[in-house]
């Protein structure tokens, strides 16, 4: 853990929250008096689409609330029972949940609808008064995420863990909603350090709450294999053995890598798993000796550095070990996509770089999955369902050739483990410092200005685990940026602004208070005292 004069990351927050956030923490700076409060109920993040508060009396939730589901069970019905699951500890009502025909007053009523065209498959829309809640989607996916919606429209205090005094307020309106991109993803790096089961469904629930739809799991890198492959058992039982520092490693058994896959599901989440290649594999050559061009094994690595590792490309047995690997990951993943790495390869001269990620592509595809692999890999013939994740810059570039779509993750601007500011006590800064409102003030598809948007698949925020040792040092490097990114993959154009978002982020910190997460006060909002 990299320390501040707290003694940690998490000590040094949470002793600044009893404090009320008078300071005390680097990187943890008070700002001065910001403008007035937003009216209560306007905000969310990400912004919705369309959003009309009424001003009208409002529905209270009560002991008699109910949650009504459309019958027949299945995903929507499970949306119901999360809902209720999460406002029963803090209201200590019973919110049963009911199959559709009853309705009426004091019900949140989910409803499928046939084909509302406005929605989409991830949309929904919500209408709220004094008598009743009804959220209606086509999918869902779309009642999930209006349920993050209703969440955020009642009291912070509502995330609390036990009983607390209402009243239980949301604001009469109607809200139409939809996402602008189909990827809202975040990246963690689980291989430079190790994060267990429960962290990685701590960050899962993060993440649902902002409406992100993608988990990005980086699961090897030099410095360690973090998934169990039964046909090459040594990549976890050597490989994974040691992290960044030497300190000993860890990885997911095949188990509980389906248990994080089946838990993100049930948030809307898809996994993406990544195996770098044909750089960043130190962890499976220093594990078996023929995946060397001489036959010999490297020693495990601990340190930071990049780009001296590589597969042997011209060994057959290298491509046996990936289409082994690809082929265990793609049956332990429901999701179209395996992430193939494919970045900052030194070692490798241009052609060959290229016939590897080639072959590499072909094996994926053998698998049924979609290919995505880093910027570096346009070089390459790709194939039109592949996917470009853009990371090196935020300049303006063309787009893609093949028909491929992109992944924009411009590392100026997406990067969440690099530090804030000059006094952020975690992170790096070889991409620069970026501020909430570089990451919120950036339009994906002003860079890449000759495409049509549908070119950009959507936006992801990486973040590197290179000075991160466990969830609560994600989680200050997360907030409060993931919500930025959150709005910039979610809200039309049209409705993003920076001054009314710094508001909104504002009044989300009581909110992280009472999941008890840990987040950094940006000098950039307007934080309440």
Not at 67 to 74: E, L, Q, S, T
Not at 375 to 388: F, I, Q, T, W, Y
Request: some cysteine.
């Amino acid at each position: 853990m990299i320390r501040g004069r707290c003694g940690s990351i998490r000590a040094c927050v949470l002793l600044s929250s009893l404090a009320a956030f008078a300071g005390g923490c680097a990187g943890a700076r008070a700002p001065g008096a910001g403008p007035a409060p937003l009216p209560a109920g306007n905000a969310v993040i990400p912004a919705p689409a369309s959003m009309r508060l009424t001003g009208a009396p409002p529905f209270q939730l009560t002991a008699d609330t109910r949650v009504v589901v459309p019958a027949g069970g299945g995903e929507a019905a499970r949306v119901g029972d999360y809902l209720a699951g999460l406002l029963r500890p803090a209201t200590g009502f019973p919110l049963q949940v009911e199959s559709a025909g009853g309705g009426g007053t004091s019900a949140i009523t989910l409803r499928l609808a046939t084909n509302d065209s406005r929605l989409g498959d991830e949309g929904y829309a919500l209408s709220v008064t004094a008598d009743s809640v009804v959220l209606t989607a086509n999918r869902p996916a779309g009642l999930f995420y209006g349920v993050q919606t209703l969440r955020q429209l009642l009291p912070p205090s509502i995330e609390a863990d036990r009983p607390r005094q209402g009243p239980w307020s949301i604001p009469a309106g109607r809200i139409v909603d939809s996402p602008r991109y189909q990827w809202r993803g975040a990246m963690l790096d689980v291989a430079r350090h190790f994060f267990t089961v429960d962290e990685v469904k701590q960050y899962i629930d993060l993440l649902a709450l902002y409406k992100i739809n993608h988990l990005h799991l980086h699961l090897s890198d030099d410095q360690g294999w973090r998934i169990q492959i039964r046909s090459w058992p040594r990549l976890t039982e050597y490989g994974g053995s040691l992290e960044v520092g030497g300190t000993p490693g860890g990885y997911y058994t095949q188990a509980e890598y389906e248990e994080l896959v089946r838990y993100a599901a049930d948030r809307f989440i898809t996994v993406v798993p990544e195996i770098d290649m044909p750089s960043h594999i130190n962890a499976a050559l220093a594990s078996y000796p023929e995946l060397n061009c001489d036959g010999v094994a490297p020693p495990l690595y601990g340190g930071t550095n990049v780009g001296f590792s590589a597969f042997c490309t011209g060994k057959d047995i290298t491509y046996r070990f990936i289409d082994d690997v690809m082929g265990e990951l793609a049956d332990l993943t429901p999701g179209p996509f395996l992430h193939v790495g494919g970045d900052e390869v030194k070692t490798l001269d241009q052609a060959t770089y290229n016939r590897f990620i080639e072959r590499v592509q072909q094996i994926v595809n053998a698998h049924g999955k979609r290919m995505i692999g880093w910027d570096e890999v346009e070089n390459a013939r790709l194939s039109p369902g592949s996917v470009v994740q853009v990371w090196r810059s935020d300049t303006v570039r063309a787009a893609p050739a093949n028909g491929s779509q992109l992944i924009m993750s411009p590392a100026p601007r997406a990067y969440f483990d690099m530090k804030y500011d000059s006094l952020t006590p975690l992170g790096l800064d070889w991409a620069g410092h970026v501020s909430v409102r570089k990451a919120y003030d950036w339009n994906p598809s002003a860079l890449v200005p000759s495409a049509a948007d549908s070119v950009i698949l959507g936006v992801e925020a990486p973040i590197w685990s290179e000075t991160l040792t466990d969830i609560h040092d994600v989680e200050y490097m997360a907030l409060p940026r993931i919500p930025a990114l959150a709005e910039v993959g979610w809200s039309p154009q049209s409705a993003r602004d920076w001054e009314n978002f710094r508001r909104r982020l504002a009044a989300q910190a009581p909110r992280w208070v009472q999941l008890r997460l840990l987040y950094f006060r940006s000098p950039e909002v307007p934080w309440k005292p």
